[in-house]
C-alpha cells in the first residue's frame, strides 16, 4: 500500500521539478544552470519550501503549512502543460493566494 | 447598450469604494482581531503582542529566558544617557514630553491637523531635539534615534496603544496607511496582507506569521544571532526588501502613514521595549 504512494510522490516530484527548470532554462542565466531542486529550495531563487512542504522528499526541509503540500502532483496535474502554467503563473488560477508569478520574477 | 453598462459598471466602482471607505478604523481593528480570535480562540487577545511567539511555547520560554537577563542591556543603557543628557541650553528630553516622557508613546502616532500630517514618537523627539537648537537625528540611523527611542519607549511600557483618528486628514492619512498594508508590491508582488492576513499562525519555511494586531506594540527590537536594533520602520523597511521592492525613505510619510494606520490596529493593547524578536 506504501508503495504506489511514494511511486507517485517521486514521479510527480521529478515532473514538478522538470517543469521549475524548464522556466528556468528561459532565464538564459550566464554559468551552469541551477537543477530543479535548487530552484525549488533556493531562497533566493524559487523559494518554493517557504509555503509548500514536499513530504516526499527528505532533503525538503521545512515546516511551512501555509500553502498545500506538493505531494501526488501527477495525480493532481495529469495535464503536464497546466503544471506548467501554474508554476509560471500561479495566480491566474488562485488570484488572491500570494505565491508569485515565476514569469514575473524571472525564474 | 454599452453606455449603459459603462455607465453601470462606475456606479458600481463608486458603490465599491464608498463602501471601502465607510469601513471605519474601529471596524478595521475589531475586523481583524476578530479574525485571530475566529482562527485561534485559545490564544488571548492580550498575548498579540507577542506575535510570532505566541504560537509556539518553546520559543515563548525561550524569549522569557532571555528578556530576564537581555544580552542588549548596555545599548539600552546607551539610549538612556542619549535621552538624559541635556542640550547645550540646558533643557531635556523630559521637558519636551507631559509626565517627563512617562506613559506617553503609546499615544503616537497621532495626527496633527497644523502640520497636516502623522508625527511619530521618533518625529516628535526629533521635534524636541530642533526646539532646543539642536539638529535633528535621522530617523534610519539606529546609532541615534534608533539606540533614543531603545530606551525612551521603555518608560511607556505596560501603556495601553491609544492612537486615535478623528477628522478628515486623519481619515486619509490611516486611509493611506490601509491601502499601503494591502497594496502587493515589489519584484514578488507581495502585499503585507498577502502573509499577515488570512496566513496568520502559518509557518513560513519555519518562522510562525504574527497577527497584524499587536504587531506595533513591541519596538524597537534587538533581532537576530548579532542583536541588531531595528525600529519598527527599519523593519518595513527590511520587509520591503525581501519582496524586493524598493523600500521608502525611513521616517518618510508612506512609512509613518503605515505606522499609523498599523499601531491603531493594536489598540488597547500594552507596549513593551525593548524586546528581543528573531
Known amino acids: 500500500m506504501e508503495k504506489p504512494i511514494a511511486i507517485v510522490t517521486a514521479a510527480s516530484l521529478s515532473l514538478l521539478l522538470a517543469a521549475t527548470f524548464m522556466s528556468a532554462a528561459r532565464a538564459a542565466a550566464p554559468g551552469p544552470e541551477p537543477s530543479g531542486q535548487e530552484l525549488a529550495f533556493d531562497n533566493r531563487k524559487g523559494n518554493c519550501l517557504a509555503c509548500h512542504a514536499m513530504p516526499g522528499d527528505p ?3 521545512t515546516s511551512t503549512n501555509v500553502a498545500p503540500p506538493l505531494v501526488g502532483m501527477a495525480a493532481r496535474f495529469p495535464d503536464r502543460s497546466k503544471l506548467y502554467g501554474q508554476i509560471w503563473m500561479p495566480r491566474a488560477a488562485t488570484p488572491t493566494r500570494p ?7 524571472g525564474f | 447598450m454599452k453606455r449603459a453598462t459603462w455607465i453601470l459598471s462606475c456606479l458600481g466602482m463608486l458603490a465599491f469604494s ?22 485561534y480562540p485559545d490564544i488571548k487577545f492580550e498575548d498579540y503582542v507577542y506575535g510570532a511567539l505566541a504560537f509556539s511555547a518553546d520559543a515563548k520560554a525561550q524569549y522569557d529566558n532571555m528578556m530576564a537577563f537581555p544580552p542588549f542591556e548596555s545599548e539600552i543603557d546607551k539610549g538612556r544617557a542619549l535621552w538624559e543628557t541635556p542640550f547645550r541650553n540646558g533643557r531635556h528630553y523630559a521637558d ?13 502616532p497621532y495626527y496633527d491637523e497644523t502640520m497636516k500630517k502623522v508625527v511619530t514618537f521618533e518625529m516628535a523627539l526629533n521635534q524636541c531635539r530642533t526646539k532646543n537648537g539642536e539638529a535633528a537625528y535621522k530617523s534610519s540611523d539606529m546609532n541615534t534615534m534608533g539606540l533614543l527611542t531603545a530606551y525612551a519607549r521603555t518608560l511607556s511600557d505596560g501603556m495601553l496603544m491609544n492612537v486615535k483618528v478623528k477628522g ?16 502587493r508590491r515589489g519584484q514578488l508582488t507581495f502585499s503585507c496582507a498577502s502573509c499577515h ?6 509557518i513560513l519555511r519555519t518562522e510562525y506569521l504574527s497577527m497584524l494586531p499587536g504587531q506595533a506594540t513591541h519596538w524597537p ?18 520587509c520591503n526588501q525581501l519582496v524586493r521592492a524598493v523600500p521608502m525613505e525611513i521616517g518618510g510619510e508612506e512609512y509613518n502613514n503605515l505606522e499609523y494606520f498599523h499601531s491603531y490596529l493594536s489598540n488597547g493593547l500594552p507596549l513593551k521595549a525593548s524586546v528581543f524578536r528573531k
Open chain 1, 59 to 61: 532533503k525538503a526541509v
Open chain 1, 99 to 105: 505565491c508569485r508569478h515565476s514569469a514575473r520574477t
Open chain 2, 18 to 39: 464608498a463602501d471601502a471607505m465607510s469601513v471605519s478604523p474601529e471596524q478595521e481593528r475589531l475586523k481583524s482581531v476578530q479574525a485571530v480570535q475566529r482562527k
Open chain 2, 96 to 108: 519636551c514630553f507631559p509626565g517627563g516622557g512617562k506613559n506617553g508613546a503609546g499615544n503616537y
Open chain 2, 168 to 183: 478628515d486628514g486623519a481619515l486619509a492619512a490611516f486611509e493611506s496607511g490601509r491601502r499601503f498594508f494591502y497594496q
Open chain 2, 197 to 202: 492576513g488570512g496566513h496568520v499562525g502559518e
Open chain 2, 221 to 238: 527590537a534587538f533581532r537576530g544571532g548579532d542583536y541588531a536594533l531595528f525600529t519598527l520602520q527599519r523593519r518595513y523597511s527590511a
